[in-house]
């Protein structure tokens, strides 16, 4: 059974950072291509960052230059480092999975609220 567990949100005044962690069981994250996704309200789910098996990482230009997306293997966890964060970012963020040879990813963690106050 595949499980990912992400923690790590919570409050933080614009201009702040926030570390965001997603702990993958039941999947090995260095062989999936991993995504940070969020959804505000009202809003649809987006993607923020990408990162492939081969350590190939994409982001949303909104959040280009701040966001940085990393990977620990030796612990299967993904990390999202959120520098400069503005109001904008409020948002659910899901840690999502997309394993080799599937067009889609399958499977999501549950989700952590981040809130970026004005």
């Known amino acids: 059974q595949v499980q990912l567990v992400e923690s790590g949100g919570g409050l933080v005044q614009a201009g702040g950072s926030l570390s965001l962690s997603c702990v993958g069981s039941?999947?090995?994250?260095?062989?999936?291509?991993m995504g940070w996704y969020r959804q505000a309200p009202g809003k649809q789910r987006e993607v923020v960052a990408t990162?492939?098996?081969?350590?190939?990482?994409n982001y949303a230009d909104s959040v280009k230059g701040r966001f940085t997306f990393s990977r620990d293997n030796a612990k299967n966890t993904v990390y999202l480092q959120m520098n400069s964060l503005k109001p904008e970012d409020t948002a659910v963020y899901y840690c999502?999975?997309?394993?080799?040879?599937?067009?889609?990813?399958?499977?999501w963690g549950q989700g952590t609220q981040v809130t970026v106050s004005s």
């Open positions: 999502a999975a997309r394993i080799p040879g599937s067009l889609e990813f399958r499977y």
């Open positions: 039941g999947i090995i994250v260095s062989i999936a291509t």
């Open positions: 990162i492939t098996s081969g350590g190939t990482s």
